[in-house]
C-alpha cells in the first residue's frame, strides 16, 4: 500500500486541505462500513480491499473506534476468511451487534462447495474480537445473491436480518442470534416501485432502484432501509415504514453517485452519536484508490423535521466536528489517527497494534487534543533497530508551531519497547498535533503510544 501511495498522500494532506478527513481511514483500503454506538463509542467495522486489487478481493475484517467522531483507533482485524472452514474467498460486506453483552457479527463470504455467497455469523466476548464462529456451516446459504447483511434488534427483542442482492430477504433471528425463525423460514420483501422506486433499465430481476447493502435502522416511530440504488455507478437511497418489516414505502436519494474520487460501488452505515446523525460511506478517493480500492467516509447531516433523510453531499474535507475533545494526559495508542501522510498498522505479538512502516517525513495528525493548562512533557514507546531520527510535535499543521523534538533510541534489540521522553512548550487550550518523524529510515522504528505529563 504505501509504494502506491504514500508521495500523493503526503501531497495531499499539505494541500489547503491540510483539514481532510475523508476518507477516514488512510492506512489501508477499507469498504462497506458498518458503525456500531456501543457504551458511548462508535465501532466502525469495514471490509477490507486488497492492495491493488483488481475484483473485490478481499480476505478480512477491520474495527476501529472513536469517541470524538475524528480519531479512529485502529484494531486490527477481528476476523477473517481463515475463521470460516466453508469459505474461501470474498470477505464481503458485514454488521456487528451487541446482546447481552455478546458481540454477533454477521458476514457474507464466499461458499467453496456451493461455489456462490452466504451469510455467516461469528461470536465474541468483545466489540474488538476476536470472533470465533459458533459452528462450521453459514447461517444462511439460500439462494445466490446472499450478500451483505444488516442486522437490527427492535424495542420488543426481536432481531431481524436483512440481506441480498438483487433482492431484499431477511430471517426474524431467535434470541440466541445464531439462529432463525424457521417456520417463518427466509421471507423475500417485494421490490415493488412504490417501495423501493425504479431505475433506468427495470427487469424481472432488478424490478426497483434497490440494488444490494441494506442498512435497516429506527429512528422515534420510523423504520428506514437505506440501500445502494440505481445499478452501478451506485447511488444511496432509502425506504421508510412503520415496522421493521415494513410495508416499505420509498423515501429518496439520500447521496448521488460520487463522480469525482467515487467507487462505482457504495454502501450505508447510518448511526446517531452524542446527538448527532451520521452517514458512512465509502469511495474511491485515497491514491491508488478506485472501484476496488475503496475508502471508508463519513458525513454529519441532520434529520429534516418530519423524519425524512436528506440529499448528503460527500466531502474530502470532512465537515465532521469533535463531539470531544482527546485527553492526552491518558495513555493514547499511537494508531489513534485523524489522519496520516504514510505510516501503516500492524500487530505486534507482545503489545498489540502499533505504527510502522514510517519513513522520513511521514507524520501522525492527532485532531482537538485538550492541552488544557499546559504540557511539561512527551513520552512515547517506541521501538526502533538503531537510534537516530526524531518524533517532532507540532502544532495545528503540519509544519505549525514546534513544540517538542523527542529524540530515539534503540533498545537491546528492534522487538525491545523503550519509553522515551522530551520536554515540551507548556501550550494551553484545544490543538491539532502533529506527530512529524525525522530521519527515521532504516532505522525499523515502531510507536506503540505517547501521553503527555502535567506541569508541577
Ligand atoms: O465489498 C464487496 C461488495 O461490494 C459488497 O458486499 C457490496 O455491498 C459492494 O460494496
Request: glycine content about 10%; some cysteine; proline content about 6%.
Amino acid at each position: 500500500m504505501k509504494s502506491l501511495i504514500v508521495t500523493l498522500l503526503g501531497l495531499l494532506s499539505c494541500a489547503p486541505s491540510c483539514l481532510a478527513v475523508n476518507p477516514i481511514i488512510q492506512t489501508l483500503f477499507t469498504a462497506d462500513p458498518a458503525p456500531m454506538v456501543y457504551n458511548d463509542k462508535v465501532y466502525l467495522y469495514t471490509t477490507h480491499d486488497e492492495d491493488g486489487s483488481t475484483w473485490f478481493t478481499m480476505k478480512d475484517w477491520r474495527v476501529y473506534s472513536s469517541d470524538d467522531m475524528v480519531n479512529w483507533t485502529d484494531h486490527g482485524s477481528p476476523l477473517s476468511l481463515d475463521d470460516f472452514s466453508w469459505a474461501s474467498k470474498d470477505a464481503w460486506a458485514a454488521q456487528c451487534i451487541e446482546r447481552n453483552g455478546k458481540f454477533y457479527f454477521y458476514i457474507c463470504a464466499h461458499h467453496t462447495e456451493l461455489n456462490r455467497m452466504a451469510i455467516g455469523v461469528a461470536v465474541s466476548d468483545s466489540p474488538t474480537g476476536p470472533f470465533v464462529p459458533p459452528f462450521d456451516e453459514p447461517l444462511v446459504a439460500a439462494h445466490w445473491g446472499d450478500i451483505d447483511p444488516t442486522v437490527f434488534i427492535d424495542d420488543d427483542g426481536q432481531a431481524y436480518l436483512y440481506w441480498g442482492n438483487p433482492h431484499l430477504w431477511y430471517v426474524k433471528l431467535n434470541e440466541d442470534m445464531i439462529s432463525y425463525d424457521r417456520e417463518l423460514g427466509v421471507v423475500q420483501v417485494p421490490l415493488t416501485q412504490e417501495g423501493f422506486h425504479t431505475r433506468e433499465e427495470v427487469t424481472e430481476e432488478r424490478p426497483s432502484a434497490y440494488e444490494e447493502g441494506p442498512w435497516l435502522y429506527k429512528r422515534e416511530e420510523l423504520y428506514y432501509m437505506l440501500y445502494p440504488a440505481g445499478g452501478v455507478p451506485e447511488h444511496l437511497a432509502y425506504s421508510y415504514g412503520p415496522s421493521a418489516t415494513g410495508p416499505w414505502q420509498y423515501g429518496g436519494v439520500i447521496m448521488e453517485v460520487i463522480e469525482e474520487g467515487g467507487a462505482f460501488t457504495n454502501h450505508p452505515g447510518l448511526i446517531e452519536y452524542k446527538g448527532n446523525a451520521y452517514l458512512f460511506y465509502h469511495n474511491g478517493a485515497l491514491p491508488g484508490g478506485g472501484g476496488f480500492n475503496r475508502s471508508v467516509c463519513v458525513e454529519p447531516f441532520e434529520f429534516n423535521a418530519d423524519g425524512s433523510i436528506p440529499l448528503i453531499e460527500p466531502t474530502r474535507e470532512g465537515v465532521v466536528e469533535a463531539v470531544a475533545w482527546l485527553n492526552p494526559y491518558r495513555r493514547v495508542e499511537a494508531e489513534t489517527i485523524a489522519w496520516t501522510g504514510g505510516v501503516e498498522t500492524e500487530r505486534d505479538a507482545q503489545v498489540g497494534m502499533v505504527v510502522t512502516d514510517i519513513d522520513d517525513g511521514d507524520f501522525i495528525r492527532v485532531r482537538s487534543v485538550d492541552l488544557g493548562e499546559g504540557p511539561a512533557q512527551f513520552t512515547a514507546s517506541i521501538a526502533a533497530a538503531e537510534s537516530g531520527g526524531s518524533i517532532e510535535i507540532r502544532l495545528d499543521s503540519r509544519d505549525g508551531t514546534l513544540i517538542g523534538t523527542c529524540s530515539l533510541e534503540a533498545g537491546n534489540s528492534p522487538d525491545d519497547w523503550v519509553m522515551q521522553s522530551c520536554d515540551v512548550a507548556p501550550i494551553t487550550g484545544v490543538h491539532d498535533l502533529y506527530f512529524v518523524f525525522e530521519k527515521v529510515s532504516q532505522k525499523q522504528v515502531r510507536f506503540d503510544f505517547w501521553k503527555f505529563s502535567k506541569q508541577g
